[in-house]
């Protein structure tokens, strides 16, 4: 059976699922009943200066997308940081991570951007017997009209800043949680490492507007007739989470900073792919909201599960195992030539590939009276898009063309040899191939 | 459902009002919101849909069921009623099981097809619960047509005539419209009285007056009409019922089983309407089904269905005989009746073993016996006594592509005409083609 024991920057925990800085994580009452459910570790809800504590919105918090029957696909958010005393909070941390050793507790913060801010703070919550901290440098609401939040994360000078103030107030680990809404998150990233920090964790959420109220002519989550941007997490974040967390992993500066993979984790499988591309670990929020703390049950058999299928025993071996297979586009070998295969056993004739090929591509499926579908090789260019838009799984499949066969569409034969872009004719830039 | 009358003959109450209360609630209960987003997304948009080539009158299904996906199933409805303004009737009654949820691919794919029929009655439900009429009528042409019949075929032809402009008169013999959909199916597939409800709405355009008890070749005559208006549909179906051509044929309680329906339909209290303790029904098409099925739910406590030829021939489809059985209805195939036994009253029938050779059905020696209280006749129905000058093919109208009949000026649809099944959505699409064929006639576009 698979290890799923996790270690992260030294900081251990029985599997690599955490429940991230969110509304799951903002109570010990919460926090005890994830830990009973099986979390990994917990990052805490994002916890503020001392005085007065933060205002939240008595209307709607969160706006959504649905897909079929009210499948969650997307969320989004307006809830600010903590809006509880710190020293309730500091208090119910230092109980619960008595009461759970084995399990990680991190905290995470956002202070105002000055020094002895950060400073006076850091040293007070490392008191509770966390883990590590989090710097919330994300979230793109209403903090960071403050000049906190993204509005830090937006800006690689101050990362690298608090960063450095905050390896110098703690021997904690420190990980530095990034904004997606940014042009490239290497900058951040590198800004982060930079100044010191033991790991970035991405991503936060997304600037998002999920709905606008046809009726109130409003966005949604709608408070009074007005709205305003919130962050947008969930399964629709995924694929652009994946891809910052690959960049991070794959770039030459960022290369071997650990990662806290975020956005979208929903099932053993997402989280393997977040690992395959470079994180360490997984942190979860959407799914607890959606489905309840029992859900990380079947993250953890899946991933073991399939670690076993595979071989792999411990976590370690997962990290990172794809990083190498992300390339630039520019790489690709254009002498792969696929051309799409319809399995006619398995097709049920809806016809969706012929309408997508036919009115949005290559004109390459061919439909007989009798809706037998077939692909014409002479006009296929292997988009993808039929297997892509298929309902049904597995029916149509791209088949990789042999060298020494004859490409149908080019009249070329198909070369063994690996030919990029780089070296390409038609590439102005091209350098000759050696 | 515990019998509380045991009595032989025919008599009512044989079960608890409840009961049979519960008996004739909705066959396919209607979608609340959710379901129907669920149930419409279940649809693959097909390209140049299986169900939409299936359904007689060619309604655009995967436009609908995405209208209504996306939450507009008013548009839904006016999807559907473009082709069929019989839509709603029709999403209950159609044997969707033979026709575009036959050919859903997900029946192929899965053996679960999307629900066409009850989506397409979400849609026209929400449109006519909202007493909302789409459609309205074209400037006056100042033509008058006669529509004989106030059945499907009838209604939609008329309908379509009213939103072209033209004025129509609707002659039909009853006292109610509606035609089968109001006597002619299984009460259970169309509750709420909804047939007068449709006829309300479709007649809600306009320009269309219904002159009741008005039978052809009684009240009014073909002559007479061709010579008042411009334009006859006939509409008038099938007025007529096969005979078994068996001595005692004439004895209590043996009757069509269209008047056990048509009855049944009429009801103000269907507990007080009687139905023997042993029933039996000759035939094997829909009719047969929805007799012997209300006779089980009315408390007949055995009722037999005996066709004379194999399952595989039965007019009556899949659905419909499992149904029968389900609801504890007992089918009997190859056996043909050779007797009606009883003193003045029905008390059995007997029938003789049937095999088919080459082709031909051959009765044989072998026979048994059924006790029964009450027969219903169910070997199909045929037309009315017709004009001598209208051509016939087959025992109905003739009629061409376009509905024509061979008289100038007349045409033909529905049951009453040669082509296509006896359907209610057939009927619809006959009619509304007719009207489109006399609109062209008159105002000369073709």
């Known amino acids: 059976m698979a290890d799923l024991t996790s270690n992260f920057l030294g900081i251990k925990s029985p599997n690599p699922f955490w429940l991230a800085s969110a509304p799951p994580t903002d109570k010990e009452y919460n926090v005890r009943r994830a830990f009973e459910a099986g979390w990994g570790g917990v990052v805490w809800k994002t916890l503020g200066a001392e005085g007065p504590p933060i205002v939240n919105v008595n209307g709607p918090r969160y706006g959504a997308i649905h897909g079929a029957d009210r499948r969650l696909l997307g969320l989004n958010n307006i809830e600010l940081i903590t809006d509880r005393p710190l020293e309730v909070n500091l208090e119910e941390m230092t109980r619960v991570k008595k009461d759970y050793p084995d399990r990680a507790l991190i905290a995470s913060v956002m202070v105002p951007c000055e020094e002895d801010e950060w400073k006076r703070i850091i040293p007070r919550i490392a008191e509770t017997g966390c883990d590590g901290f989090e710097l919330n440098f994300g979230c793109p609401h209403g903090m960071a009209e403050r000049g906190m939040g993204s509005a830090v994360g937006q800006v690689p000078e101050y990362i690298e800043m608090v960063t450095r103030w905050c390896k110098e107030a703690t021997d904690l680990p420190v990980i530095v949680k990034l904004t997606p809404n940014i042009t490239s998150i290497l900058n951040p990233a590198q800004a982060a490492k930079d100044g010191g920090a033991d790991a970035v964790s991405l991503i936060n959420t997304i600037n998002s507007i999920t709905n606008v109220d046809l009726d109130l002519m409003a966005p949604e989550p709608t408070i009074d007739g007005k709205g305003t941007h919130g962050g947008y997490c969930g399964p629709a974040v995924k694929p652009i989470a994946l891809n910052m967390v690959a960049e991070i992993a794959r770039n030459p500066g960022t290369h071997g900073l650990p990662i806290s993979g975020i956005g979208g984790v929903t099932t053993w499988r997402d989280a393997a792919e977040f690992m395959a591309l470079g994180a360490g670990n997984v942190q979860v929020c959407t799914a607890a909201m959606t489905y309840g703390f029992k859900v990380v049950q079947e993250m953890i058999s899946g991933l073991s599960q399939w670690m076993d299928e595979k071989g792999y025993t411990s976590i370690d071996e997962v990290v990172g195992r794809a990083v190498p297979n992300v390339t630039d586009w520019q790489y690709l070998n254009l002498n792969h030539v696929t051309k799409a295969r319809i399995d006619q056993e398995a097709c049920i004739k809806c016809g969706r590939c012929y309408a997508a090929c036919e009115d949005t591509s290559h004109q390459a499926i061919s439909m007989s009276d009798d809706r037998v579908f077939d692909v014409k090789d002479d006009e296929c260019v292997a988009c993808n898009l039929c297997v892509n838009v298929c309902p049904v799984e597995g029916c149509i499949t791209m088949e990789t063309i042999a060298p020494g066969a004859v490409d149908e569409r080019t009249g070329k034969v198909v070369e063994k040899e690996y030919a990029n872009w780089t070296t390409h004719p038609n590439n102005p830039t091209a350098t000759a191939a050696e | ?446």
């Open chain 2, 1 to 446: 459902m515990p019998q509380t009358n045991r009595e032989n003959g025919v008599s009512p109450g044989r079960i608890a009002p409840a009961d049979v209360q519960a008996n004739f609630s909705d066959l396919h209960p209607e979608y609340d919101d959710h379901e129907a987003l669920v149930a419409a997304d279940r649809c693959y948009f097909c390209h140049d849909a299986p169900c939409m080539t299936a359904c007689p009158t060619s309604i655009d299904i995967p436009l609908f069921i995405r209208q209504i996906a996306t939450g507009t199933p008013e548009a839904a409805a006016k999807t559907i009623l473009d082709q069929n303004i019989l839509g709603g009737m029709c999403a209950r009654v159609c044997p969707t099981e033979t026709l575009c949820e036959e050919v859903c691919v997900r029946e192929v794919a899965e053996g679960k097809p999307v629900e066409i029929g009850r989506l397409q009655r979400y849609a026209t439900d929400t449109l006519m619960a909202a007493g909302k009429h789409p459609f309205t009528r074209a400037d006056a042409t100042g033509k008058k047509v006669a529509v004989v019949g106030a059945g499907p075929a009838g209604l939609a032809c008329a309908h379509r005539l009213a939103m072209l402009g033209h004025d129509v008169v609707v002659f039909e013999a009853r006292v109610k419209g509606g035609g089968l959909n109001e006597f002619g199916i299984a009460a259970y597939k169309t509750t709420n009285d909804f047939a007068q409800k449709e006829l309300d709405w479709l007649l809600s355009i306009g320009g269309i007056e219904i002159r009741y008890e008005q039978a052809l070749g009684q009240s009014v005559t073909l002559d007479g009409l061709q010579d008042d208006f411009d334009a006859v549909f006939l509409g008038m179906g099938l007025s007529a019922v096969n005979a078994l051509r068996l001595e005692g044929e004439d004895k209590d309680n043996v009757s069509p089983a269209v008047d056990f329906i048509a009855d049944l339909r009429q009801a103000d209290d269907l507990t007080t309407l009687p139905v023997g303790r042993r029933v039996v029904v000759i035939g094997g098409g829909m009719t047969a089904i929805d007799a012997g099925v209300q006779a089980k739910l009315l408390g007949a406590e055995d009722v037999t269905i005996v066709y004379r030829r194999g399952q595989e021939a039965m007019a009556a489809s899949k659905f419909e005989q499992d149904l029968a059985r389900q609801k504890g209805v007992r089918l009997i195939c190859n056996a043909t009746p050779v007797g009606i036994e009883g003193n003045g009253s029905l008390r059995a029938v007997t029938f003789a073993y049937t095999e088919t050779r080459d082709g031909k059905l051959v009765t044989l020696d072998e026979t048994f016996t059924l006790p029964a209280d009450q027969l219903f006749k169910a070997i199909g129905q045929k037309l009315g006594d017709m004009p001598d000058a209208l051509a016939l093919d087959g025992g109905k109208i003739a009629v061409d592509a376009a509905q024509k009949t061979n008289l100038a000026h007349v045409w033909a649809g529905g049951d009453c005409a040669s082509g296509g099944d006896d359907l209610t959505v057939t009927a619809v699409a006959e009619g509304r083609d007719a009207a489109m064929d006399i609109h062209a006639t008159l105002t000369g576009a073709s």
